[in-house]
């Protein structure tokens, strides 16, 4: 049974919820009396806890009808899952705008997931904080999959200066998503690098660094934008050198010039919990951490070092 007061606001909230169902022809009344009283329970105590399920749950009723039907609402999801669902929802997709939808899908159907578990206390923090970072890193990873092509067939693929080789665009994950810590309500930091300055090898040719400026304003607007279908993550990039006023983008010997000479005390803390997302076996990335470990960890420290550590 729920506690009197859940009894008091389910009572309220059925009629609300059945005509929300029923505009996305889902029949609730009908599903609901197919339950058993645990199933029941646990239905009524998520739905009485969570907004957000309340309103998303109708929008994809044939999939979680059946896993309420067959009690895996709490089970752990994970990279696979993300993979496998966006593949479903992006099966058909061509322009950005189905892209954008299909994201948003794929949240939908995963954040439900997250917060049934955590609502129901079938999960530990560290299963939800690392659900969430796995998340984000599938929408980051697969987003610029699929924009990159386009970006080819318009520009030509970005070429190092000196040493002719392809250049790839690496985005480090920082703070909470460096850490595999998101929680429901996190937006993610991103930082966004690429090896060596040159130009596109197309027919319209660009300079890397305007090819990677675009490529990532693209990236930010397909997690962050707000559509009839929600956002998926608030993406935040103050943490790149200079701040809101530096280059969105910035290639390694600009990076590592501006830790090593201008690097504050904060920035060489938060670089203890950046990760490479993209292309993260690579040699980009293994030098991208090179440069980034020189400037964290100091092979010397001094009195300021100390001091700027306790406070």
Not at 183 to 198: K, P, R
Request: hydrophobic share 35%; glycine share 6%.
């Amino acid at each position: 049974m729920l506690p009197a007061p859940l009894q008091n606001h389910w009572h309220t909230l059925q009629s609300t919820f059945t005509d929300h169902a029923a505009r996305h022809e889902f029949d609730w009344p009908s599903f609901r009396d197919t339950l058993g009283p645990a199933q029941l329970d646990a239905i009524q105590r998520v739905l009485c806890l969570s907004d957000y399920v309340a309103d998303s749950l109708p929008r994809d009723a044939d999939y979680f009808c059946v896993q309420m039907r067959t009690d895996r609402m709490t089970r752990i999801t994970g990279r696979e899952d993300y993979q496998r669902w966006l593949d479903e929802f992006a099966r058909d997709a061509t322009t950005e705008d189905d892209w954008h939808r299909a994201l948003r899908q794929l949240r939908r159907r995963a954040m439900v997931h997250i917060i049934w578990r955590d609502a129901l206390r079938q999960g530990t923090t560290l299963e939800t904080t690392r659900s969430l970072s796995e998340l984000a890193d599938v929408c980051v990873c697969r987003t610029l999959g699929f924009l990159l092509p386009e970006f080819h067939r318009r520009y030509g693929q970005p070429i190092g200066k000196l040493s002719g080789k392809p250049q790839h665009l690496l985005v480090l994950g920082m703070g909470k998503l460096g850490g595999w810590e998101l929680n429901l309500s996190s937006d993610i930091d991103l930082i966004f690098a690429f090896g060596e300055s040159g130009d596109t090898d197309g027919e319209k040719s660009i300079s890397n660094q305007e090819f990677f400026t675009r490529l990532g304003q693209k990236l930010i607007l397909a997690l962050d934008k707000k559509t009839v279908d929600g956002f998926v993550f608030r993406v935040d990039m103050r943490l790149r050198p200079y701040g809101q006023s530096g280059p969105l983008v910035m290639n390694f010997a600009s990076l590592s010039e501006y830790y090593h000479t201008q690097g504050r005390d904060w920035e060489r803390y938060a670089m203890i919990k950046a990760r490479v997302m993209t292309g993260e076996d690579s040699a980009e990335a293994r030098l991208l951490l090179s440069i980034l470990r020189s400037f964290t960890y100091r092979l010397y420290l001094d009195y300021s070092a100390y001091e700027a550590m306790r406070s």
